[in-house]
């Protein structure tokens, strides 16, 4: 009498591969984290937890039939947070709702089809679900979704419908026919997905997208092979290579948007998202090339924040971040598009004006922003007063070149600070002297 194995342990290189290459995914998410990562990672796990569950496949009775389930509805969740990951207005209650009614209708099918008998009567209304669920949260938030991934998952899935009523009563292979369309579905809609949010001509992109319909068509390879050449045999590393392709897609992606990251940084502020300093110079300097070749006009408004200090110091470094973001927005939203704002010291901002400018509207402006400021300004519930000193240069009336042009403005800057104190302290009352009067005064 032969003994039944309990475990197939020939699956232990696949578990182990995808545990590594998660832990690198987990690494390189930790230390660059994006929006999608954590999705993406979770995903994963869901990848190693259906390796893991498919090691008890051989067992008898109700372990085997447990595995499977499991194993396969790791899977599908995975493929269902792979696409969720994509999609970018998945903060959206009508989104999650489309999440949850996706693992709920893919987990309800998985398990029926795997307790109950082909042509079972259960399996007609499962199958209906997977395209009225979709369609009803489409339809009850038509007016605020329009985007074309809403509408691809909601076919695709009525599509999928359409096929297992098709297929799941055949009797021998309906119920592999079904769980390989589910299957294949989920996949192909991840092909989809990143298709649609990675249209860029990286590795990143490319090897995950092919390695997504790569994976997708496993589902439908495998079985036609089965059909129609029994004899022909390919091993099952062959059938999991579309995963690690996958993977390592998803690392490359990764890291593709880790460098992006790194060169934003490198000319962008942190805090407030504006161009810095070094951005700023190479904008004033293609400015004032602009202007020099088509003989126009250009201004730079160097801008002093005033009593920020006095904010940091009484109300915290926070209230004095928050207070830098505040009047960033403030300024972008005074200027045009065609000019630049930039924040190129702790308090210090910019304001490059083109082509059509002159030293009136550069004053304009300059009255602007400084209106923007005068009066008090809540931030998270705390009032804070601060103002500002504006010094204007004028190209090519005041300077010819880049670096002369900002110290004219620099130096008109601080004369206006200095002018604002001191008219500041003009206004203070004046104490008053008292002398003796002396025999003659009296």
């Known amino acids: 009498m032969t003994e039944v194995a309990l475990v197939d342990w020939s699956k232990i290189p696949d578990v182990g591969a995808v545990a590594l290459l998660t832990t690198a995914f987990a690494s390189l998410a930790r230390h660059g984290r994006s929006p999608s990562s954590g999705i993406w990672l979770t995903g994963w796990l869901m990848i190693v937890l259906h390796f893991a569950a498919f090691m008890f496949l051989p067992a008898p009775g109700w372990i085997g039939l447990a595995a499977s389930f499991l194993g396969l509805s790791a899977l599908i969740w995975a493929g269902i947070l792979f696409m969720w990951a994509s999609v970018p207005y998945r ?5 999650r709702l489309m999440l949850l009614v996706l693992f709920a209708t893919n987990t309800f099918y998985i398990g029926l089809n795997t307790i109950a008998p082909a042509g079972h009567w259960l399996l007609v209304p499962a199958a209906l679900l997977f395209g009225a669920l979709p369609l009803a ?11 074309p991934l809403r509408w691809t998952l909601v076919v695709l899935y009525a599509a999928l419908s359409v096929f297992l009523l098709a297929v ?8 592999d026919l079904a769980m390989n369309g589910v299957l294949f579905t989920v996949y192909f809609g991840c092909g989809l997905h990143f298709w649609y949010a990675y249209r860029r001509a990286t590795s990143g992109a490319l090897i995950t997208i092919v390695g997504f319909f790569a994976w997708a068509n496993v589902f439908t390879i495998a079985p036609l092979m089965e059909a129609y050449l029994p004899n022909f045999h390919l091993e099952n590393e062959v059938w999991n290579l579309p995963k690690y392709v996958v993977a390592v897609g998803m690392i490359l992606l990764l890291l593709e948007d880790q460098i992006e990251h790194n060169k934003y940084l490198a000319l962008h502020d942190e805090l407030t998202g504006l161009p810095n300093r070094r951005l700023f110079q190479d904008r004033l300097a293609s400015a004032l090339e602009r202007a020099r070749r088509t003989g126009s006009k250009a201004a730079l408004l160097l801008v002093d924040l005033d009593h920020f200090k006095q904010v940091n110091d009484t109300e ?10 505040h009047v960033s927005q403030l300024f972008m939203g ?4 065609s000019d630049t704002v930039a924040r190129t010291g702790g308090d210090e901002f910019a304001v490059i004006l083109e082509e059509p400018v002159s030293r009136a509207h550069a004053m304009r402006v300059s009255r602007s922003l400084t209106e923007l400021l ?12 601060i103002g500002a000193s504006i010094g204007i240069a004028v190209f090519p009336e005041d300077a010819t070149d880049a670096e002369a042009l900002c110290i004219a403005a620099d130096r008109r800057m601080y004369a206006g600070k200095h002018a604002s104190r001191m008219t500041a302290a003009s206004m203070l009352p004046r104490p008053i002297s008292h002398h003796p009067l002396s025999a003659t005064e009296a």
């Open 137 to 147: 949260i489409a339809l009850q938030d038509l007016r605020s979704f329009t985007d």
């Open 316 to 325: 915290g470094h926070h209230i004095g971040d928050v207070l830098l973001k």
């Open 168 to 175: 799941e009563s055949r009797p021998g292979n309906g119920s």
């Open 334 to 337: 005074r200027i045009r598009r």
């Open 91 to 95: 903060t959206q209650l009508s989104s």
């Open 374 to 385: 005068d009066n008090p300004l809540e931030l998270e519930g705390r009032m804070v007063q």
